[in-house]
């Protein structure tokens, strides 16, 4: 590739103008010695409310023909893209099938018994473990050579501002679910904040240490235990803090353009801020695992930029011989795609700072649901798409199994980094061990 072509590519990746691009090559990051562990990075993608299989699914195992109608606009990536047909969400307990489907997705785990009514079954509460992009993030922060500032990013897009099993999938642990940023000029702050405001904030965390330590000493024990979970998570953003003032950017922020809201009929242009926040953090190495959550379990998107008037879990539980209700999750279910799509071009536009490839060849995106089929709540045949390189698992395939736990595909990306866990969330579905994605 010539010189010009490739710092084009990187320009389009970044989202930076072509006056700033003579000074990115000469950053130390962009030279740094290719003898350096690779990177491995993992984004976890989420589109609710099930698929439609036959407009989705491969028809055979093993190398990809064309792709079917919802999957086409990966196309280009089709030789590092995997499809695994037949995985399944065994856990059940408290909570209807969106409710489990969603909280249960990460986590592999049952829900708490709560006072969270769904629409059947047993009321639930919260998940009763950690989901896996938190364990993945923990282990990678526990060792210098792969920590990073943030240990994840929460993304979203239309996430409702409300919280309950149906819009969380990512848990911190038991009982401690994890909000993703739909305002993507907050995540910019998160990022970008200037210098004055970190040091504001350090001052007022010094003295919310202060109070802590002190009525720490009148507390029982178990509001002391609550109490040191806030300690804790005063510390980490000191820490946080620190870590801002000291960092070396790679790239220059993305400049974003003003009055994107967080509602509906925003999701088009929230989509393309948070993925240009996305692919800079990456490309910074500012985190190597991160979350998008597109709306959430039993999401209404009314998604009118597609000619779609109609909410889209109401759709979803139309009859199957309603073809004209057939055809319009078909174009919902596209469109995610293509936003997936346009993240991986985005990040294989972007050399992989001081490597080989792109960064999409250092990264592995993962898209699922919390459904296989929308009108029978189904939690067999889950959609897992897998694009890219970070986690060097066999591309170019589609993977069919029988009714396999996706525990067993949380154990394969925990080991594929290093994480040689036994088990992940119930340990029952955990008994074969990790999926075999070689």
């Known amino acids: 590739m010539k010189r010009r072509e490739f710092m084009a590519r990187l320009g389009r990746g970044l989202a930076v ?70 995985l399944a969400n065994k856990v059940r307990g408290d909570g209807d099938g969106h409710m489990r489907g969603m909280s249960c997705l990460l986590t592999g785990i049952e829900l708490f018994p709560g006072n969270i009514q769904g629409g059947s079954d047993t009321p639930a509460g919260w998940a009763s473990g950690p989901s896996i992009d938190q364990e993945i993030a923990r282990f990678l922060s526990s060792k210098a050579a792969t920590r990073t500032r943030f240990a994840s990013l929460e993304l979203g897009v239309a996430v409702p501002n409300r919280a309950d099993p149906w819009t969380r999938w990512t848990y911190a642990g038991a009982n401690q679910p994890v909000a993703p940023v ?38 029982a024990r178990e509001d002391r235990e609550l109490l040191e979970r806030h300690a804790t998570e005063v510390r980490a953003l000191e820490k946080d803090l620190k870590e801002a003032a000291k960092q070396q950017l790679a790239v220059p922020p993305p400049s974003l353009e003003p009055g994107v809201g967080t509602d509906n009929d925003d999701m088009p242009r929230a989509s393309a801020l948070q993925r240009r926040l996305l692919v800079n953090a990456l490309a910074n190495d500012m985190t190597r695992v991160a979350s998008l959550q597109y709306t959430n379990s039993v999401g209404q998107a009314r998604m009118r930029w597609l000619g779609v008037e109609e909410g889209h879990h109401s759709l979803s539980h139309d009859p199957d011989l309603n073809e004209g209700s057939q055809e319009k999750l078909v174009k919902i279910n596209t469109w995610f795609a293509a936003e997936i799509a346009a993240l991986a071009m ?6 992989e700072p001081g490597g080989h490839g792109s960064l999409l060849d250092h990264t592995t995106l993962l898209w699922t649901n919390e459904l296989g089929k929308g009108n029978t709540h189904a939690l067999e045949n889950i959609p897992f798409v897998l694009v890219g390189g970070g986690l060097g698992f066999g591309k170019g395939r589609a993977v069919k199994l029988k009714s396999t736990p996706h525990n067993r595909l949380w154990l394969a990306m925990a080991h594929a980094v290093g994480h040689e866990l036994k088990t992940f969330g119930n340990p029952r579905f955990c008994e074969a061990g990790p999926l075999s994605l070689a």
């Open 17 to 86: 103008g072509a006056a700033t691009m003579p000074f990115l090559s000469g950053l130390p990051s962009m030279a740094a010695k290719a003898s350096r562990a690779p990177r491995q990075r993992i984004v976890f993608i989420f589109s609710p409310n099930g698929i439609v299989p036959p407009h989705f699914w491969p028809d055979n195992e093993g190398a990809h023909g064309p792709l079917k109608r919802i999957l086409a606009p990966l196309e280009p990536f089709k030789d590092r893209l995997i499809t695994i047909h037949g």
């Open 182 to 219: 739909s305002d993507p000029y907050q995540v910019f702050e998160r990022l970008y904040g200037g210098a004055k405001d970190r040091e504001a904030m350090a001052s007022v965390l010094d003295g919310v240490r202060e109070d802590l330590r002190r009525a720490s000493k009148r507390m």
């Open 346 to 351: 985005a990040l294989d536009a972007v050399p």
